[in-house]
T-cell receptor
Framework: GAGVSQTPSNKVTEKGKYVELRCDPI?????LYWYRQSLGQGPEFLIYFQGTGAADDSGLPNDRFFAVRPEGSVSTLKIQRTERGDSAVYLCASSSTGENSPLHFGNGTRLTVT | AQSVTQLDSHVSVSEGTPVLLRCNYS??????LFWYVQHPNKGLQLLLK??????LVKGINGFEAEFKKSETSFHLTKPSAHMSDAAEYFCVVSRSGGYNKLIFGAGTRLAVHP
């Protein structure tokens, strides 16, 4: 079946611009996660949704980052006033229930801020 | 606080020889530990998970890991490397015991030579 889909796969933007990254989780998965993977590092947790609500957003680095999941399925990660330090691969994952279900990761969106 | 340290950033082995990827963890309580693999241009895939049952955990593709509390280690091994094992491997600890608060190590890149 279809896995977690992330679009676009690559995004190049200029410093100061606004970007949106989209994640389509596996159908029926209630839990959705965003991680950020900088070059040479392991993924870092950003935010976790259970259904439509953000159950844990403690990993968002600052108020330029925001994520939504209005209908409990697709999620959008939004970054305002992008900075060069935001360049990374943004990973999305979903799971069927959250706490005790394995995560299924998408291939990620590579964001480059010039 | 939980953390993981992957002791080698790069490991190179010959096809057919054993693989050892080293990981040490730090946790204020009994941790849940994982190994994930990331092939180029593909999503992260769960190899195996330890959750305080058997200390020797068997995963997919012939990999296994042994939890050693006295050494705070969770090394990943495979008896015989295959070319298809070349990838990035991440040791992961959970802050919560489940899947929704994962802390990744920096990764070990495994190269397999003919």
């Amino acid at each position: 079946g279809a896995g977690v889909s992330q679009t676009p796969s690559n995004k190049v933007t200029e410093k100061g611009k606004y970007v949106e990254l989209r994640c389509d989780p596996i159908s029926g998965h209630t839990a959705l996660y965003w991680y950020r993977q900088s070059l040479g590092q392991g993924p870092e947790f950003l935010i976790y949704f259970q259904g439509t609500g953000a159950a844990d957003d403690s990993g968002l680095p600052n108020d330029r980052f925001f994520a939504v999941r209005p209908e409990g399925s697709v999620s959008t990660l939004k970054i305002q006033r992008t900075e060069r330090g935001d360049s990374a691969v943004y990973l999305c994952a979903s799971s069927s229930t959250g706490e005790n279900s394995p995560l299924h990761f998408g291939n990620g969106t590579r964001l480059t801020v010039t | 606080a939980q953390s993981v340290t992957q002791l080698d950033s790069h490991v190179s082995v010959s096809e057919g020889t054993p693989v050892l990827l080293r990981c040490n963890y730090s946790s204020s309580y009994s941790p849940s530990l994982f190994w994930y693999v990331q092939h180029p241009n593909k999503g992260l895939q769960l190899l195996l998970k330890y959750t305080s049952a058997a200390t020797l955990v068997k995963g997919i593709n012939g990999f296994e890991a042994e939890f050693k509390k006295s050494e705070t280690s969770f090394h990943l091994t495979k008896p015989s490397a295959h070319m298809s094992d070349a990838a990035e491997y991440f040791c992961v600890v959970s802050r919560s015991g489940g899947y929704n608060k994962l802390i990744f190590g920096a990764g070990t890149r495994l190269a397999v030579h003919p």
